[in-house]
């Protein structure tokens, strides 16, 4: 069973960076792409970064250019630096997994993200 774990998130004073990762372990056909969504407090959640299969990345309107998603070769580590936070950007982050024919989604249980003004 697939299973991913999102870590690397904190408190950091606006303007500063974070790094965030996200560790699958369990095999998986076939990956559709993968994703990190955000949902801050009384909002819904929003997808804020999304890589291909191929490796081709979109990104949310409100964090192109301050944030950039990566992973290694084996698609067991996916990544997304945040740079020149901003208080707007706290929420708990999720990264996902779509895969399958029928693009099943596989969520983490998120990591808290604080950025104070």
């Known amino acids: 069973q697939v299973q991913l774990v999102e870590s690397g998130g904190g408190s950091v004073q606006a303007g500063g960076s974070l790094r965030l990762s996200c560790a699958r372990s369990g095999d998986v056909f076939s990956i559709n792409a993968m994703r990190w969504y955000r949902q801050a407090p009384g909002k819904q959640r929003e997808m804020v970064a999304a890589?291909?299969?191929?490796?081709?990345?979109d990104y949310a309107n409100s964090v192109k250019g301050r944030f950039a998603m990566s992973r290694d070769d084996a698609w067991k580590m996916v990544y997304l630096q945040m740079n020149s936070l901003k208080p707007e950007d706290t929420a708990v982050y999720y990264c996902a997994l779509v895969s399958g024919g029928l693009g099943s989604l596989t969520w983490g249980q998120g990591t808290q993200v604080t950025v104070s003004s």
């Open positions: 890589m291909t299969g191929r490796g081709e990345v």
